[in-house]
C-alpha cells in the first residue's frame, strides 16, 4: 500500500503540470495485436483524459491491412516502407482503417470507461493529402525514376478545428490515417505521419510514438533517455540514429520545429509506457526537446 501512495505522490505534480494540455498519441505495432496491451492502454487514456489531460489517438494498422489482403488475394509491395496502393488496395485499406481496427479501438476506450469517438482524417475536412511522390536512381542508366506509390498521400494541411472543439468536451477523438486530396480521392497516410502533422497543427504539448522498440538506442544498444532536436540531427549523420528509426526522429523533429514542447519515441509493448512517461521523472523512452 505504500508503494502505491509513492506512486501517487510522484504523479500528482506531473498530473498539475499537464492538466488542460494535449497529447497526441500515435497508437500501433505489436502493442495493437495483443488484447492484454490493448486493454492496459485504453484504461491509460481514459486515465489521461479524467486527470485533465486531452489525448488525441492516431492509429496505424499495417499488419491488419495486409491480414486483409492476403484473405482477399490482393498483391501489394513496399517501396521506401509504404505500401504501394492502387484503387482496389486503398478501398481495403480504408474499410480496415476507418472501419474495424478504428471502432474497435474506440470501442475498447470507451469499455474502459472513457467516450470515445472513432473519425478518419476525411472526416471534418481534418487532413488535406496530396500524392506521395518518390524517385529512384537506376543502377544500369544512373537515371532518376519516377515510382508511382498509387493512392499513398502526405498531409497538406490539417484543419484543427474538430479536434478543438472535442478538446473541450469529455470526447477522447480516435483518428484513422486517411486524407482527402484536392479532386476528392482517398490517400493512405503513414500513421507516424500523421500523428506528427496533426501535434503540430495543434500545437500539442506532447507528440507520444508508441513504437516496438525502447526507443532511440547508442551504438552500444543502450537507450538514449533525451536529446536536443540538434543532437538528433547530429545521430542522423553519424549513424547512430539508422534504418526505420530514421523517419521517426525526422516527425519528432517536425513536430517541434511547429511547436510541439516534445516528442517521445517509447516501446508500446510495455504496459502501462504511457502513464509510466506521463507520470514519472525520467520517463521510460527517449524525449526530444528544442533547447
Not at 496491451?37 to 483524459?49: E, G, I, Q, T, Y
Not at 472543439?165 to 505521419?193: F, M
Request: with cysteine; aromatic share 4%.
Amino acid at each position: 500500500m505504500l508503494a502505491k501512495a509513492g506512486v501517487l505522490s510522484e504523479a500528482l505534480p506531473f498530473m498539475r503540470r499537464h492538466s488542460g494540455k494535449t497529447f497526441v498519441i500515435k497508437y500501433g505495432g505489436h502493442a495493437m495485436g495483443d488484447d492484454k496491451l490493448a486493454a492496459s492502454f485504453a484504461r491509460d487514456v481514459v486515465l489521461l483524459k479524467q486527470v485533465g489531460i486531452n489525448p488525441v489517438v492516431v492509429h496505424g494498422g499495417g499488419p491488419q491491412i495486409g491480414t486483409m489482403l492476403e484473405r482477399l488475394k490482393i498483391k501489394s509491395e513496399f517501396v521506401d516502407g509504404l505500401r504501394v496502393t492502387d484503387r482496389d488496395t486503398v478501398e481495403i485499406v480504408e474499410m480496415v482503417l476507418s472501419g474495424s481496427i478504428n471502432k474497435a479501438i474506440a470501442a475498447s476506450i470507451t469499455a474502459a470507461g472513457g467516450r470515445a469517438i472513432g473519425i478518419s482524417g476525411k472526416d471534418g475536412n481534418l487532413i488535406t493529402a496530396r500524392k506521395v511522390r518518390r524517385t529512384r536512381i537506376e543502377s544500369d542508366s544512373n537515371i532518376e525514376k519516377i515510382l508511382d506509390l498509387g493512392f499513398v498521400g502526405e498531409p497538406t494541411e490539417i484543419d484543427p478545428q474538430l479536434l478543438e472543439d472535442l478538446a473541450h468536451s469529455d470526447l477522447i477523438p480516435v483518428i484513422a490515417p486517411l486524407g482527402t486530396g484536392s479532386d476528392g480521392e482517398t490517400y493512405n497516410i503513414n500513421a507516424d505521419t500523421a500523428a506528427g502533422a496533426i501535434a503540430g497543427a495543434i500545437k500539442a504539448a506532447r507528440l507520444l510514438m508508441l513504437t516496438d522498440v525502447s526507443g532511440v538506442l547508442d551504438k552500444d544498444g543502450k537507450l538514449i533517455p533525451d536529446m536536443s532536436v540538434d543532437e538528433a540531427r547530429i545521430y542522423i549523420d553519424e549513424g547512430t540514429i539508422t534504418g526505420g528509426m530514421i523517419p521517426k526522429v525526422e516527425t519528432c523533429l517536425r513536430a517541434i520545429q511547429a511547436d510541439v514542447e516534445a516528442a517521445v519515441i517509447l516501446d508500446g509493448r510495455a504496459e502501462h509506457a504511457l502513464l509510466l512517461e506521463v507520470f514519472t521523472e525520467h520517463g521510460v523512452g527517449t524525449a526530444i526537446w528544442q533547447r
